[in-house]
């Protein structure tokens, strides 16, 4: 701060003491009253935000431990964006890069937060269901399956979608848990918990470029190495048709398009 100008030296001690009043001494000639309208403002809105981004978080944290938890955020995480609806996703970056953990941490902690981040950053996701030159009645084996850009497939270690306060579970499952966040032509949020197969068709189709339906599953039944791939192209057209139910595909496009 040395050779700064005045102002923005106090503007520095001002904002240092609000984000951190414990450790930062507020400006000497300001009554400490009418610093505890700003501490209080700025931190509360923070908080109040946090908590209604990550309600499950917030639910199976003590009123101590999620005060502690959003206190380092707020005086410790240099933000990069002014907007609202991005501390979120800086309190998320905070969580994997920043903050050191605890001894009374939850081991899915981040994998909690993220799957909440990802509610929301698909209700407010900019991108919108382009229908021109889609067939919602279109067929799903031999024409291309359309996926909507509001779709978002995750693996996560620990099944977050069944966490609450009831349910905390102390180590890993076994096996991965596939979950979708998407949002559908009304903008309605909706999850679905997948399998295995489901989640390898997402993939194909988000990086598809030419393939049909009819293709893609009997690319599935190959990596598989299934004895009989008519029974996973049977399977896959219900599951393509449940996501097509969904939004989660649009319809189809055909080869030549």
Known sequence: MAGQPEYIRRQYEFAAHIRDPEHRPAPADVEDRRMAIYRELFYNNVESFLSGAFPV???????????????AFFSSHLSHSPLFLE????????????REPQANDHPFLYEL?????VELAVSIAEESIDRNGVDPAGDLLEALPVLSPLVWHMAYTYPVHK?????LPDAAAGQPTHLVVYRNR?????????NPVTKRLLELLEANSGATGRTLLQQIATEMSHPQPEVVIRSGLDILENLRSRDIVQGTRSIAS
Do not use: K, Q
């Open 57 to 71: 978080l917030r639910s199976i944290h003590t009123d101590t431990d999620w005060h502690a938890v959003v206190r």
């Open 87 to 98: 501390i979120p996703r800086e309190f998320l970056n905070w969580l994997r890069e920043e």
């Open 113 to 117: 937060a993220h799957y909440e981040w």
């Open 163 to 167: 966490i609450g306060p009831g349910y």
């Open 186 to 194: 009304d903008d309605e949020v909706g999850f679905m918990e997948i």
